[in-house]
């Protein structure tokens, strides 16, 4: 016997679907967020860029600059953050300070942060935007010619 189906019903099962697939789309795409809500601690790395975490800090390398937050970074529910802190833009290869005011704003989802740091150069008088780099915990920054100056633990 064959089995019929009213347009209505038929319509009905379709949209059903459609918001199945929807809302698992939406699911698959939220970001893992840190329970805590802050940044995981321990070294993190990508192309030209490296992060070390702390318990009292974070101190971010891009390219041959760094920057430096004091305490751990909070993130929000969705993952984002923005932090103040302090960067060194003259770094490499001898430290010309002063450090000058900056802003670390950024993403993360699961294992894989994304940075940018923007920088009021109060030397020169302007905005100076680094990155955004990706980063990823366990992997080894990747910054050329321009050594990371800390490891985690240990103060060079």
């Given amino acids: 016997m064959p089995i019929t189906t009213s347009p209505r019903a038929f319509l009905g099962s379709v949209l059903a ?19 805590d809500l802050r940044i995981p ?12 975490v702390e318990d009292t800090s974070m101190h971010l390398h891009i390219g041959c600059t760094f ?4 305490g751990r970074i909070p993130v929000d529910a969705s993952g984002r953050f923005d932090v103040a802190g302090s960067y060194m833009l003259r770094a490499y290869p001898i430290t010309i300070g002063p450090t000058v005011p900056a802003r670390f704003t950024g993403t993360i989802d699961g294992d894989r942060v994304v940075v940018t740091a923007t920088v009021d150069d109060t030397v020169e008088h302007r905005t ?4 955004p780099v990706s980063l990823r915990l366990g992997a080894a920054p990747q910054l050329g010619p321009c050594p990371i100056c800390r490891v985690r633990g240990v103060r060079r």
Wanted: proline share 5%; glycine share 18%; with cysteine.
């Fill in 41 to 52: 601690l321990g070294t993190w790395g990508g192309d030209s860029g490296g992060m070390i």
């Fill in 67 to 70: 920057g430096d937050v004091s």
């Fill in 17 to 35: 679907a459609v918001a199945a697939i929807a809302a698992l789309s939406c699911a698959a795409s939220s970001p893992v967020v840190p329970t």
């Fill in 128 to 131: 100076v935007v680094r990155g």
